[in-house]
């Protein structure tokens, strides 16, 4: 799936995989690795202020490997204050050796943060991957507490597996949550902390593997993006080349007061290099030239489906009626890659004649909705999508037989056969108006160029955002940055792929 690129695949594991692979090692001390990783972590983290490190520990699992954080900030002289609940709680035998163990130090615990003038470090360790309902008191209080004393004392908070209140499958915050600067999440990395509100929650992600290769017990569920799944498409061009080796890009939209957002899509394509653009504007009253991109070649719908296109893109800027669901029908027979966003969508959501034609197509069909868009296919709510993001996408794309990029928070790809993937890549900046048919028009321009069809999704996926935070990273924004700024920055990141690739 995958080339031999210098970044690996990152693997995801859902909570249940996780079981498995630890039922597999039941004979490894597992406890007592996390907890050797976690202080390692810690030590680097601890500020230099000779105040004590604060230590919640949980009632399961979670709380043991806490106690064996402990154990090793106590050998290294440390002063813990172990904060803990549940001493009469029947705990596993892993998390019960690792309490009497702390004990046996000679610590001890409070129920009850105490007062101290500050803290060098907060470490979370109340409830780990398996969390599914709402954390009420006392650990409630403990959670809205502790982040208050982070905040209070700009200290750093370490999260060990997931920070408490998150579920680590679907990155749903259940309130109340952690709010870590630092996750260390153990055996591999689940797919909760990054996408949804894991990304707010999180902090900075660290993986220790607890000396297990988690990919040789069972076939990863999913992966994070990076170049490494579409890097054998990233090739210099020849000197020797034209414009027709690049293909001829069709955008399809743009009707009355929404010429806008056909115009940044067929500007992406044009920018992402497309041999030849041509945009069929639904606005009678649009111009004939686009005077910014006087490269764009507009055409009536007519022309623009009678031109041999390599790929066609509807739905920026479309308004779903009648009119439109007849050209879209007309649309899905033709033989060629299709991008359906926005309107195209809408107008899928309620046609089922065009859900039937849809789904009988040979030809590549990718579809970018979304949640509201991906609620309306689905016959949902924003809410339930967002609170089961992957499930959601990989519905669309069996119910469509397409590949699907559900935006959002980490965007989830997904496709037919189940496979899916988490873009890391994006920030803030691109909640912006048109965002999305930047993307549209990344993904148009790819597909033009002859990347395969899920390698088109995940290169443009992954460039969207990283446009987004190159932008950032010059100090501009994320608060107000125009969908528009997007295109020269993807530019700029698809050629510095492509010459590192070279390289």
């Given at each position: ?224 993006i990076n170049t490494c799944f579409f890097s054998d498409c990233l090739l ?156 959601a996408a990989l519905e669309l794309a069996a119910r469509y037989k397409a ?101």
């Amino acid at each position: 799936m995958f080339s031999d690129a210098p970044n690996p695949p990152v693997s995801l594991y859902l909570t249940s995989e996780i079981r498995r692979i630890e039922a597999d090692a039941a004979s490894l001390s597992l406890m007592e690795r996390a907890g050797v990783a976690a202080a390692q972590l810690a030590l680097s983290l601890i500020k230099d202020n000779g105040f004590p490190v604060l230590i919640l520990a949980g009632p399961g699992n979670n709380g043991g490997d806490a106690f064996s954080v402990a154990c090793h900030l106590k050998e290294h002289f440390f002063d813990v204050q172990v904060v803990f609940l549940e001493e009469e709680k029947k705990r596993s035998p892993e998390a019960e050796n690792a309490l009497q163990k702390f004990r046996h130090t000679g610590g001890s615990w409070h129920t009850r943060i105490p007062e101290m003038p500050s803290w060098s470090l907060i470490i979370d360790g109340l409830f780990g991957v398996g969390l599914k309902q709402a954390i009420t008191t006392p650990y409630a209080t403990l959670i809205e507490q502790a982040n208050i004393l982070a905040k209070q004392n700009h200290c750093p908070v370490l999260a060990l597996d997931c920070p408490s209140g998150l579920d680590a499958e679907t990155g749903q915050s259940l309130n109340p949550t952690i709010s870590a600067t630092h996750t260390l999440t153990f055996i591999g990395a689940k797919p909760g902390l990054y996408t949804a509100d894991g990304p707010d929650y999180c902090g900075r992600i660290h993986t220790a593997s607890l000396g297990m290769c988690p990919e040789k017990i069972i076939k990863p569920s999913g992966y994070i993006i990076n170049t490494c799944f579409f890097s054998d498409c990233l090739l210099p061009r020849k000197r020797n080349s034209h414009k027709g080796l690049y293909g001829n890009a069709g955008l399809l939209g743009g009707s009355p007061s929404m010429i806008g957002a056909l115009l940044l899509a067929a500007r992406s394509a044009l920018h992402l290099g497309c041999g030849r653009v041509y945009a069929s504007l639904l606005d009678k009253r649009a111009p004939a030239v686009d005077l910014i991109q006087p490269e764009l070649m507009f055409r009536s719908v007519e022309h623009l489906l009678s031109t041999d296109l390599s790929v066609l893109a509807c739905g920026p800027g479309l308004e779903p009626d009648q009119k439109t669901a007849r050209l879209l029908k007309r649309c899905c027979h033709l033989d060629i890659p299709l991008i359906l966003d926005a309107g195209a969508l809408s107008l899928l959501a309620k046609d089922k004649d065009l859900n039937a034609l849809l789904i009988k197509r040979t030809a590549p069909t990718l579809l970018t909705p979304h949640p509201a868009e991906a609620a309306n296919l689905l016959e949902s709510t924003v809410s339930a999508v967002q609170s089961h993001r992957i499930e959601a996408a990989l519905e669309l794309a069996a119910r469509y037989k397409a590949h699907v990029a559900l935006k959002g928070c980490g965007t989830v790809v997904a496709t037919p056969d189940r496979a899916w993937f988490i873009n890391t890549t994006g920030n803030p900046a691109l909640a912006s108006a048109g965002s999305g048919d930047v993307l549209t028009g990344i993904a148009t321009a790819l597909l033009a160029q002859k990347f395969p069809p899920l390698k088109a999704l995940l290169a443009a996926v992954h460039m969207h955002g990283f446009a987004a935070d190159t932008i950032v990273a010059k100090g501009i924004g994320p608060v107000g940055i125009p969908a528009g700024d997007l295109i020269e920055s993807a530019r700029h990141c698809f050629n510095r792929w492509i010459r590192e690739v070279a390289h």
